[in-house]
């Protein structure tokens, strides 16, 4: 059967048929969790693959989706899980085994692992889309197509066209509405939702373009010392740059004087140039705007959902952990926010939900801002942009969730358990050392063991890895550290860190 062109007014047809089916399927599950259905996740990070590869060990990010195992906790559920490399049997074993109330044999029949046995950099969803016999596999491991969706990281053309050539309903935003996700469109929605944001230029497109944002800039605010330069579609921040007005005349020829130093950015990506970023400013366009200056900074956030039925939630607050040159590279996060303004956030990310609603977006997104402490004690919170997918924030958040059965209150803004117990964490993808290189999957699960890192169920404290796959080769790792207060957090994640650059040492020292 021939299946319609990619992006032909049959196949936007089409894709509106599947989707019409999720308020339907969201009704059932919420109404009876033992509802029978399949989740088929196809955690694809279809994005600019010269952007992705800037970031150390990449296409193990796939991983980060695993937390989606834990949805086997609900006993007539089944899973399809799609990667592009077959999964170390280990880490799966790992995800199975942190589920509470159902043993591990009954959830691992009601999951079903396929692998593209394809490392090349190409997105998951189009090395899917490549190979029919696979498509022709993932549906035979759907008992019932009728009560099962599509899951995914982001949503570009290219799951579109995978929701419907799967005849899946594809839960997450709509890829026409993925420009509300871009630096630019993210400025707009701020504007319609009346919350503050830097002083900026969006939809530039050219380096003259990014010159005259520059040199207007500078004229409305003469003490200005840097602005930020942004591609629309850059990932974890490595998308950004800096502009410094050090040397620049207050008088006279200032364009001239910023068009010659356009070349000298300073790069959040350690590899980037200015040939390299103009190329792709240009085919993809960006921002300006003014770099948010304070003594006292944090960068919070705030996530939120729209469900299948339209209705906007906020689901979580934030604390980023930054880092890189400028600190605008996204590390870690802290759950929650800080309590001096986390109910702020949550309100601002609110109307950024409504807004984004009522343009038909679905699924999970966050808001990200930068928030600047004033003399009086207050806060004052600029929005930087909003990442219409799921994020470094996700992951840790619905670990979290799906461990403890808890709930977010949205009066306190904190996470209770079912025992009333609050919950506080600190969480990173980027726990990294040269002397992790070599270490496996099971030498991390052996040392967590040994050193009681792991996760216990009966307290609901301890340490949950991620990215597990990335560590061997690259060093890296993620980790999530849970516990009763802000401070054990952190102290569950120095307390790993410590431990596994101790172990390494001490392997090292062997050979």
């Given amino acids: 059967m021939a299946h319609p062109a990619p992006g032909s007014p049959e196949e936007l047809i089409a894709f509106e048929v599947q989707k019409a089916r999720l308020p339907g399927l969201f009704h059932q599950v ?8 399949t989740v088929v996740v196809v955690p694809s990070l279809s994005m600019d693959q010269a952007e992705l590869a800037k970031i150390s060990g990449v296409h ?9 195992l834990m949805l086997l906790r609900r006993p007539q559920t089944q899973l399809v899980f799609v990667t592009s490399q077959p999964l170390n049997p280990s880490v799966v074993d790992y995800y199975l085994h942190l589920l509470a109330g159902v043993p591990t044999s009954h959830a691992r029949r009601r999951l079903t692992l396929i692998s593209c046995l394809d490392a090349s950099p190409t997105p998951l969803s189009q090395k899917i889309l490549d190979r029919p016999l696979l498509q022709r596999r993932i549906l035979e491991a759907i008992p019932d197509r009728l009560q099962a969706h599509l899951s995914v990281f982001n949503s570009t053309p290219l799951e579109r066209t995978l929701s419907v050539r799967l005849k899946l309903p594809l839960y997450a935003c709509d890829p026409a509405l993925m420009d509300l996700g871009s630096k630019s ?10 919350i503050l944001h830097p002083d900026g230029f969006e939809r530039l497109n050219t380096a003259a373009e990014i010159v005259d944002a520059l040199d207007t800039l500078k004229g409305r605010y003469p003490e200005m010392r840097r602005a930020v330069v942004k591609l629309n579609e850059g990932f974890s921040g490595e998308g950004n740059a800096l502009f410094y007005f050090t040397g620049c005349p207050e008088t006279g020829d200032r364009r001239t004087w910023i068009r ?11 590899m980037e140039t200015w040939p390299s970023f103009e190329a792709k400013y240009r085919i993809m366009g960006g921002i300006v705007e003014c770099f948010v200056e304070g003594e006292v900074k944090e960068s919070p956030s705030c996530q939120a959902r729209v469900n299948a039925i339209g209705e906007a939630m906020t689901i979580s607050t934030h604390d980023q952990v930054l880092g890189g040159p400028s600190g605008q590279v996204f590390l870690g996060c802290t759950f929650p926010a800080r309590d001096d303004y986390r109910k702020e956030i949550q309100e601002s990310g609110y109307r950024v939900a409504q807004v984004l609603a009522a343009k038909g977006v679905v699924g999970r997104f966050a808001t990200d801002f930068v928030s600047v402490g004033q003399p009086d004690g207050s806060w004052k919170h600029f929005a930087i942009e909003v990442n219409l997918r799921k994020g470094g924030t996700t992951h840790p958040f619905l670990t979290l969730k799906f461990l403890t059965d808890g709930i977010y ?7 209770t358990t079912q025992q009333g117990h609050t919950k506080y964490y600190y969480a990173s993808d980027t726990l990294h050392s040269a002397l992790y290189q070599g270490l496996t999957p099971d030498d991390l699960i052996d040392i967590a063991v040994y050193n009681g890192l792991h996760f216990h169920g009966a307290s609901e404290r301890g340490v ?3 990215l597990m796959g990335a560590l061997s080769e690259f060093g890296k790792l993620g980790v ?9 957090a952190r102290f569950l994640y120095k307390k790993t860190e410590s431990i596994l650059d101790s172990v390494s040492k001490e392997i090292h020292g062997r050979r």
Avoid: K, S, W
């Fill in 30 to 37: 919420v109404r009876d969790p033992r509802t029978p259905n």
């Fill in 464 to 466: 949950v890895f991620h």
């Fill in 480 to 488: 999530l550290c849970i516990g009763d207060n802000p401070q054990q």
């Fill in 185 to 194: 469109g993210c400025r707009e929605t701020f504007a319609e939702a009346g």
């Fill in 60 to 68: 193990h990010y796939e991983e980060r989706m695993l937390y989606m």
């Fill in 409 to 415: 209150d949205h009066d306190t803004a904190l996470f």
């Fill in 260 to 270: 010659e130093n356009l070349p000298n950015l300073r790069f959040e990506a350690p």
